[in-house]
């Protein structure tokens, strides 16, 4: 099995070096920079994740971040944030990013997160699809081999996360999926009491399936959300 690449980007040298240092313990390939130019520079060549620090010199990670996703959007990205303030964190994962760790971060916590988040894309991508790659819901059709989802025959573009969630709802459709089993299953951790994290991804979501004539994400306040499917009762 080939070793997953990751590209780990942050200004502090020390725990850069940790968390590399670890990573490979653990049979990842990892490079690592310290400012943000060149984390844009070392992720044009193909990478299975980034993690990026938010205060990096020369460029910082939400403009890193904003800058990858205009060209990719199926490359993981994990967000370091050593500010307090949450308006970073939700920023990141408006931008595309697919889940954000505060500093200093706990190796194995962030070793966690990485397997829950590569998880899902090397199970599928490993195997030939097959019929049951394939699902439908109202005008939406979802290619789980190659990960492409479409809506009355246009593309949706879609993060990883994003497109993890979607499944989700898309093989349960009018059924309520709580907040926190779509933490633990899609970012492999327990929703924490203040983690807007899947609001915000939800979000993403639900402006991107304005083109459905027939779908739409409802909020279940206090408990989660569930994909409608709005039927002709004519």
């Known amino acids: 099995m080939a070793q997953a690449h990751i590209l780990l980007a942050d200004d502090d040298t020390v725990l850069a070096e940790l968390l590399a240092e670890y990573l490979q313990g653990e049979d990842y390939q990892v490079t690592v920079v310290n400012d943000g130019e060149a984390a ?102 979802m290619n789980l081999h190659n990960r492409q989802v479409t809506i009355k025959e246009t593309a949706l573009v879609l993060t990883q996360t994003e497109f993890d969630i979607l499944q989700m709802l898309v093989q349960t459709p009018d059924e309520l999926i709580s907040k926190n089993q779509i933490s633990e299953e899609v970012l492999g951790r327990k929703l924490g009491a203040y983690d807007r994290s899947i609001d915000v991804h939800i979000s993403n979501l639900r402006r991107k399936l304005t083109e459905s004539d027939v779908l739409s994400i409802q909020t279940v306040r206090g408990s989660g959300y569930l994909l409608h499917i709005q039927r002709d009762e004519t």
């Open 40 to 141: 844009l520079a070392a992720s044009k060549t193909p990478k299975d994740m980034i993690i990026l620090d938010i205060m990096m010199p020369r460029m910082d990670g939400l403009d890193v971040l904003k800058a990858v996703r205009q060209n990719d959007n199926e490359t993981p990205v994990i967000m370091l944030t050593a500010r307090g303030d949450d308006i970073d964190r939700i920023l990141g994962l408006e931008l595309g990013a697919d889940d954000y760790m505060p500093k200093p971060c706990n190796p194995r916590e962030l070793l966690a997160r990485i397997k829950a988040i590569l998880r899902r894309a090397s199970t599928t991508d490993k195997k030939p699809a097959t019929p049951t790659d394939k699902l439908s819901v109202g005008d939406l059709h």
